[in-house]
């Protein structure tokens, strides 16, 4: 029977035992307010006249005196019925007979054996809370392990995108867990462990999901921070239950998400060696590959911090293999886009493709959110389909934040912001090893009052060109103000950070120096922490001053080239200004046409012909202050 029918019938059955014994105590309470007399004090009431009515049941005797409320009762001999009858007529009382009944008996019963029924049903109640609540307190060490149902709706490999690689890697497992004997008639064996490792939003769960709808196995999840509870040997002993309910149910698979909360460096934390933590690490190492083998039972983890696990966790033995969830590339961001586009209807001109080329540096979650946000922008201005228009709200709103409207800019900070984007953009247009220009806008977006937009390839090598070409453009913007505002102003203050840790990294970090190839600087990492909380510094004060003036070169250098373009250039940049003033976006076309010195197509709104919006696709810097600094978001920055 369900536990829901259970309870409901047992406090159906509380209700009738608090009814009946209302009725009980009301009976005896109102019996209680009748006054008892006998039967030759009654006889002499009747004779001097006092008696108004009587009701005769059986031996008992019920009636009213004249000028009192309250009821009198009697009890006679089962032969005295008729004398009384005869005294009531000849004093002229009225009277009446009823039969007899078993209520009193019954309300005896009841008044008797009810509250021993109640007390009885109470305690039976709070014995079996007790008992629950018991073996809930006894069963912190059990796991909190979720199985997953075969009701529930399945994810599959049809469902993730752009992880190939991870997918294959996984797709052998779940064949070795259907055909063992192809792998074992070569002597071969089942990994025990698997490490899905990545940056957040990559989908290593999602790959998790897909593994559990793809073997039809058992499958346990649980998260990391589920084996951490204010008891000691709390963790320890769920990963003992954990892997107990494996062995009962092999082949299966565990599914352990972010297990960098229990699997981090031991040694490094404050409890010393009887840590909490540690003692649930060391029951996980010794389950995984210890005395006991674990067979049919495979450990899949996700972490996106696995430089802080404990190198006895990553061996061989517990965790096999370690498959890398990446930030997908042009095609794959294409395939997580059709994805995630299922169930939006598209507009002709909504081109996934030129999306996916736009967005380099995005992982599956952004496009999933920028998927979502375009169509929420297309159901609030009403439209039955999405719009490329739409896509190109969403990827600024993803990347910068919504538009800020309600901000109000004075026309001499609208000129400042103007000039200092045309700079940006004018560098990066003219100097060789430079990203493609998408897009520049003088919209304050974010923390952002404009931003210049490039259209960057997905780069896993950057040369000492396109570092120096970076560093000349982030300074075009401050000195666009310096030429023809004559002033500075506090809007370049990221681009020179950024700038300035670029070029210390190029020396310190690349060897792209006259110091030659040589590092300089190892960082100390509290794992503890997991984050870099010093720099030691292991050279001499001499390299140090080396340091500086190479650092000053290739800023010097850049700051000069970026003064050299666009002080030949000032026209172009005078037409560049004029226009994101007048139209507040222009996109790569128009800046060409502008260098060039020709003339602009006339505006087009983008409300009225969906698509023809701001450009095809781009890749936005990063909002730190008025303008972009011409670094695009997942190229290498300083830490």
């Known amino acids: 029977m369900n536990s829901t029918v259970k309870t409901i019938m047992f406090w159906v059955f509380i209700l009738?035992?608090?009814?009946?014994?209302?009725a009980v105590v009301s009976k005896s309470t109102s019996m209680g307010k009748t006054a008892e007399i006998g039967y030759s004090d009654l006889l002499d009431k009747i004779d001097a006249g006092q008696v108004q009515d009587v009701t005769i049941q059986g031996t008992d005797v019920h009636g009213h005196l004249k000028g009192q409320k309250d009821?009198?009762?009697?009890?006679?001999?089962?032969?005295?019925?008729?004398?009384?009858?005869?005294?009531?007529?000849?004093?002229?009382?009225?009277?009446?007979?009823?039969?007899?009944?078993?209520?009193?008996?019954?309300?005896?019963?009841?008044?008797?054996?009810?509250?021993?029924?109640?007390?009885?049903?109470?305690?039976?109640?709070?014995?079996?809370?007790?008992?629950?609540?018991?073996?809930?307190?006894?069963?912190?060490?059990?796991?909190?392990?979720?199985?997953?149902?075969?009701?529930?709706?399945?994810?599959?490999?049809?469902?993730?995108?752009?992880?190939?690689?991870?997918?294959e890697e996984l797709k052998e497992i779940i064949e070795y867990l259907r055909e063992p004997q192809k792998f074992q008639k070569l002597g071969g064996r089942i990994p025990k462990g698997v490490l899905l490792v990545g940056p957040p939003g990559t989908g290593k769960t999602l790959l998790a999901r897909a593994v559990a709808g793809e073997a039809n196995v058992p499958f346990f999840s649980i998260s990391g921070?589920?084996?951490?509870?204010?008891?000691?040997?709390?963790?320890?002993?769920?990963?003992?239950?954990?892997?107990?309910?494996?062995?009962?149910?092999?082949?299966?698979?565990?599914?352990?998400?972010?297990?960098d909360a229990v699997g981090r460096h031991r040694g490094a934390g404050l409890g010393g060696g009887h840590d909490e933590r540690e003692q649930t690490l060391n029951q996980l190492l010794v389950e995984m590959d210890g005395f006991e083998s674990n067979d049919g039972v495979i450990l899949v983890a996700a972490t996106n911090r696995p430089d802080v696990l404990d190198p006895a966790l990553l061996r061989p033995g517990r965790f096999d293999r370690r498959v890398v969830v990446g930030l997908p590339d042009v095609r794959g961001r294409e395939e997580v886009l059709r994805v995630h586009v299922k169930k939006v209807p598209l507009s002709d001109d909504v081109n996934l493709n030129v999306l996916a080329r736009g967005t380099p540096g995005f992982s599956g979650a952004d496009l999933a959110n920028m998927v979502n946000e375009a169509a929420l922008n297309g159901a609030r201005l009403n439209r039955k389909q999405v719009t490329m228009y739409d896509f190109e709200l969403a990827k600024d709103k993803v990347l910068m934040g919504a538009e800020r409207k309600s901000m109000l800019l004075t026309d001499e900070e609208k000129r400042v912001t103007a000039y200092h984007e045309a700079g940006h953009a004018l560098v990066s247009f003219l100097r060789d090893h430079s990203d493609p220009i998408h897009k520049v806008t003088i919209i304050p977006r974010g923390m952002a009052l404009g931003v210049t937009v490039y259209l960057p390839d997905d780069r896993h090598n950057y040369t000492r060109d396109y570092l120096e070409t970076r560093l000349a453009t982030a300074y075009g913007g401050r000195v666009a103000e310096e030429i023809f505002l004559n002033q500075m102003s506090t809007g370049a203050g990221s681009d020179i950070e950024v700038a300035t840790d670029l070029a210390r990294r190029m020396v310190c970090e690349y060897g792209m120096s006259r110091l030659g190839p040589l590092t300089f600087g190892k960082k100390e990492e509290q794992i503890f922490l997991g984050r870099e909380i010093a720099q030691h510094r292991d050279f001499s004060e001499e390299t140090a001053r080396q340091i500086d003036l190479e650092v000053r070169r290739y800023i010097d250098e850049a700051y000069q080239s970026a003064y050299t373009l666009i002080n030949t250039h000032q026209d172009a940049m005078h037409r560049l200004s004029a226009a994101l003033l007048e139209r507040e976006t222009i996109d790569a076309d128009e800046v060409k046409l502008l260098i060039e010195g020709k003339e602009l197509p006339p505006m087009r709104s983008p409300l009225a012909a969906p698509g023809d919006g701001p450009g095809t696709g781009q890749q936005v810097l990063k909002p730190e202050s008025r303008g972009g600094s011409g670094f695009p978001e997942g190229s290498p920055s300083p830490a």
């Open 71 to 167: 009821e009198f009762h009697t009890v006679i001999a089962a032969g005295q019925v008729d004398n009384l009858s005869k005294e009531l007529r000849s004093n002229k009382v009225t009277f009446g007979n009823k039969d007899p009944q078993n209520n009193g008996l019954m309300l005896q019963i009841l008044f008797n054996v009810g509250p021993f029924v109640l007390i009885g049903a109470i305690w039976f109640f709070m014995l079996r809370q007790m008992q629950s609540g018991g073996n809930k307190a006894l069963s912190f060490g059990k796991s909190r392990a979720r199985l997953l149902s075969m009701q529930q709706k399945k994810v599959t490999f049809k469902d993730v995108a752009g992880v190939d690689e991870a997918k």
């Open 16 to 22: 009738v035992c608090l009814m009946m014994l209302w």
């Open 225 to 259: 921070s589920d084996f951490v509870e204010m008891f000691v040997g709390v963790g320890a002993s769920r990963v003992r239950d954990l892997f107990e309910q494996g062995k009962k149910n092999a082949p299966c698979i565990i599914f352990i998400d972010e297990i």
